[in-house]
């Protein structure tokens, strides 16, 4: 498949090949973290209840962006690309195997967010593909994943540099934030800049602006800068709380330590989050043992009693 948009069915309403005036759509393809939910190899009392239906099974990471509704920025390739693809019809190839996908934003290295480009491997044009040189650095000397995706197809690089603006198509911009963490790179030691961020998305003709963070360890004053004029926040909401893997008998690490604020407690992102000021708060890559994930949960419940919200695969937020 090519990697170049061509006029053909609008795929969100609209005569074909006409620019569609209004605003930012994001669709949330993937709303779980790593491994999705229910997890495969899990048992725990969430995968548990959500496998018997307390609440819809999730993929992993990732989420599609467009201001015109016919060019489309993923923001992450999970491993589950292709059957989120399948999943969003204004994704679907034409026959010619031209499509509507611009390029992927990676937020970092990570397996489950990067996997997924393995899977895009067919692009005959190549792939696009904008990283911070510290997760290009990782995809390409520590995991391996780009010297493997390149034997398929040609890559090329766009340098994501934190604070400075991006134009991409069809009226889109965005701006990278750095996004501190302490958390230990699997693949060895690698520069601490740029190994996280977080996207601040805009519609450069309505001013609609969202702001995609999937990892987060603290929001600090430099995270709390970017939110100003932000109208939808979709953050990081892996764990409810900080012990929640250890307390499984799961994990040895607290979820602060995996790099990924809690959301419950005094210090959590529910306690935190209203004094940013944003108008919508939806919670997104959630981990499979997340009680949140339930629907009729005492923790779900606190969340939606708060105007926060938990995202869902097939979610759509207009800006």
């Not at 996280?196 to 999937?214: C, I, Q």
Request: some cysteine.
């Amino acid at each position: 498949m090519e990697w170049r948009w061509t006029a053909g069915p609008a795929p969100s309403g609209g005569p074909a090949g006409e620019e569609t005036e209004g605003v930012v759509l994001l669709r949330v393809l993937g709303s779980a973290a790593g491994g999705g939910s229910p997890q495969w190899n899990c048992g725990c009392p969430v995968c548990t209840a959500v496998r018997s239906g307390a609440g819809p099974a999730r993929t992993q990471s990732s989420v599609a962006v467009s201001a015109d509704r016919r060019r489309w920025f993923l923001i992450n390739a999970s491993p589950d690309v292709r059957t989120q693809i399948e999943a969003f019809p204004a994704l679907h190839p034409r026959e010619d195997r031209t499509t509507p996908l611009e390029a992927v934003l990676l937020t970092d290295a990570e397996l489950d967010h990067t996997l997924g480009l393995l899977m895009l491997r067919e692009a005959r044009a190549g792939l696009s593909l904008y990283a911070t040189p510290a997760v290009h650095k990782t995809l390409r000397d520590g995991s391996g994943l780009l010297p493997a995706l390149e034997r398929y197809c040609p890559v090329q690089w766009r340098a994501v540099v934190p604070g400075v603006g991006m134009s991409l198509d069809g009226g889109l911009s965005c701006r990278a934030f750095d996004v501190p963490t302490t958390k230990r790179s699997r693949f060895g030691p690698g520069e601490d800049h740029g190994r996280v961020v977080g996207y601040r998305l805009t519609d450069e003709r309505s001013g609609g602006t969202l702001v995609y963070l999937p990892g987060v360890q603290a929001l600090t004053p430099e995270i709390a800068a970017e939110m100003p004029g932000c109208q939808c926040l979709l953050i990081d909401g892996t764990c409810w709380r900080d012990d929640e893997l250890v307390r499984l008998g799961l994990a040895g690490k607290t979820s602060r330590e995996m790099g990924h604020l809690p959301i419950d407690g005094p210090d959590g992102s529910l306690a935190l989050l209203p004094a940013l000021g944003v108008e919508r708060t939806i919670f997104v890559h959630l981990n499979n043992t997340n009680p949140i994930l339930l629907e009729d949960s005492p923790e779900r419940r606190v969340v939606e009693g708060s105007g926060m919200e938990v995202a869902r695969d097939g979610l759509e937020v207009e800006v």
